[in-house]
């Protein structure tokens, strides 16, 4: 099963050598290297300016939200909001997020012996534009994206005291400054500080950090020759004198092979003035008969650099060396890289066809019966930076796996962890917002869980209307402090508030009255055919809420759901289970009663009900009471109540007119004859009004329309209600010209 997408990068013939994370065997590095991408703050501010104070080193960021870098504030983490940039970022999509600065705080004390050191800060990556400040004092920007940049923050470093760097990241596409960034194709542009941040500490004469904001720097490794017989290597080297004195220094490059045996060394010098930058260039003689790297056999050398201040060595630098013919393609299984926020952004879009490997053989899947969670990885470090990506799939009473189920299931986690996605998963299963690039169309699905930074057991569990929940744990491992460097403040999550989202005018109910309480206790029930057991489960109901009524529409629902959830669990219902469906069944009994309370046509009202009890109760949609008995307040009251059939026999409800016409139009026009005389402009006013009013009203692409994009018209939406449910037209006076 595809679980997460992932971000391809593929290796091209030249080898931009990245630092190894240790050095050779019995050589020591005279630099260090300190990746600080925990405990950071953040917060977004959509209409401030960068210039705030909020890079003051005594501003209280107490309250700010604690993340752990890469990080993105484009992905539902942070949003709470379903887009398509959830795919593919844009700025149309959701223009608050775009407009505004995102602020990045953080705390770190670097140790008093290395007060002789050269300090500098290096971004990986930050999308797209950024100011950097230390201990309140600008540093400089940062324009344009997709690479590194380096700051010397050596003289406002403060030993053995409190530091603070402060990152404003703006990523606005409307400016007439910055570099636009290239968003065709599948490229994702995230907003935020999307790299690694590293500290580095070394000798005031060293190799420049790559990609610095002034110059390219670092150490760049080209092969202008490969072939089997022989192979030239070519690389160039920045070296800065941070010094206060010239300096005549050596840069000595040295190739090493798979098992660290010298294959070439090159020797060079050069005299550096005060602050200058001097570039080595560095052409090796030819490696005979090369091992060069293949999609099988990924071979390796090794370059190795020392920049040698008369006999002492000052600085070293190691690097990777892959020998590729042109003409050796890359699989792209054998290129992948997976960031964190293509993880917590990628997870959570729609599932395709491509699901189906995961199902059963042909022939051995039954009913869905419960749920199975599997969770990768099995352990993690208790570190905000540590993500797990957990599965849930349905499977039958066999065991066997199935797929395509069109399951809303409800995510619960406890332990010091989070989810990064959403709680709740409701699927589209008649396809009606495909164009908007809904992310859940049903199972299998992902979500994404991330640490707190505390130890522990971490549990997840997945509920579903009708099916056995499932759990999985994970365990969160101690992280090992390492403050031989330098001392970072570990921070917890008390006080601290999430960035302010798009709010709008909600009628949302966070409480709903218990007509059935909820239980912790197991049932279990002895009869072994559905009919016992659905007299056992309504009798225990009754028993225990005997304000019940038992003939309503909600009540026979969830008689038939847990019927069949004991028939397929050998009458067994956990506390967890029996509980999210009784809650459901408390949401649909509120919104029953107000459909009641209000003047709509009878017919209609009971449609309603049976809508509102399927959804909910069977379905396991969580939907709001309130925000639903809002919506129910804008139907208008009055109208005439219809019905498609195949025939035109009476329906048998008192008050519904049957029609064999399924086709909205055709129902209004049955209602408003003159409908048909109505501009387009009006017809498409009045079919999208009456289709909101109506649930069993479905809006589709036409198929001889094809699915267009978002700018998509109407015109190409044919509006179909469903077979034997009632539909409401109202009087014309809401549908007038």
Known sequence: MKTIALLLSFFFCISVMNAQKKPLENQKSKRIEKIINSDWTFNYFPTETADKGYEAIGFNDSRWMAVSLPHTWNTYETTGEFYPSLRKTAETDSPYWWMGWGWYRKHFTVNKEFSEKKISIEFEDVQKYCKVYINGKYLGEYKGSNGSSEFDITRYVRPGEDNVIAVAVNNSQNDTVLT????????????????????????????????????????????PKVSEKECIVHVQTWVINGDIQKKICTLQTTIYDAANKIVEVTKSDASINPGKLYLFDQTFKPIKKPHLWTVKNPYQYKIYSEVIDGTVVSDTYLSSLSLKLSKEEVSATESMTTTVHDILAESFIKHTS??????????????????????????????????????????????????????????????AATLAGPSVYEPDPENNHEVKGDWYTGLPATNVI??????????????????????????????????????????????????????????????????????????????????????????????????????????????????????????????????????????????????????????????????????????????????????????????????YQDGTSASGIKGVIVTNKSDLTDMISVVHPGFVNFSEEAKERALIFISKMNPYVYATPKADQGRGGDNQKNTNVSYKAEKGETILIPLKKFISE
């Open 180 to 223: 636009k960034t290239d968003t065709s194709g599948s490229l994702n542009v995230y907003s935020g500080i999307v790299g690694d941040v590293t500290l580095l500490l070394t000798n005031k004469l060293y190799i420049s950090i790559k990609g610095s904001v002034s110059h390219e720097g670092g150490i760049i490794v080209t092969t």
């Open 450 to 643: 991330r640490s707190t930074g505390k130890p522990g057991i971490i549990k997840i569990t997945v509920l579903s209307s009708g099916l056995a929940s499932g759990s999985v744990e994970l365990q969160a491992e101690e992280k090992k402090q390492d403050n031989s460097v330098i001392k970072e403040p570990v921070l917890g999550d008390e006080g601290r508030k999430p960035v302010t989202r798009i709010t709008l005018t909600s009628s949302r109910l966070e409480e709903v009255p218990r007509e059935i309480g909820l239980t912790s206790d197991e049932l279990n029930f002895k009869s072994a055919d559905k009919k016992g057991l659905a007299r056992e489960i309504s009798d225990y109901l009754l028993r225990n809420n005997p304000a019940v009524d038992s003939s309503t529409v909600e009540f026979k629902t969830l008689i038939e759901l847990f019927t069949l959830h004991l028939f397929h669990n050998n009458g067994q219902l956990v506390a967890d289970d029996y509980n999210f469906d009784i809650d459901h069944y408390n949401n649909c009994r509120l919104i029953g009663s107000y459909i009641n309370s209000t003047k709509l046509p009878p017919p209609f009202k009971e449609g309603l009900k049976r809508y509102y009890s399927t959804s909910i109760i069977t379905e396991g949609s969580e939907k709001n009471a309130g925000e639903e008995m809002n919506w129910l307040n804008w139907i208008p009251s009055g109208g005439t109540v219809l019905m």
């Open 354 to 415: 491509e699901n189906s490997l995961v199902s059963a053989k042909e022939g051995t899947t039954g009913q869905p019966v419960k749920i199975v969670l599997s969770v990768s990885p099995k352990k993690m470090i208790a570190d905000r930076g540590s993500v797990a990506v957990v599965t849930a799939e349905v499977v039958d009473s066999q065991g066997n796996k199935i797929t395509g189920a069109k399951n809303t299931i409800k995510w619960m986690i406890t332990g």
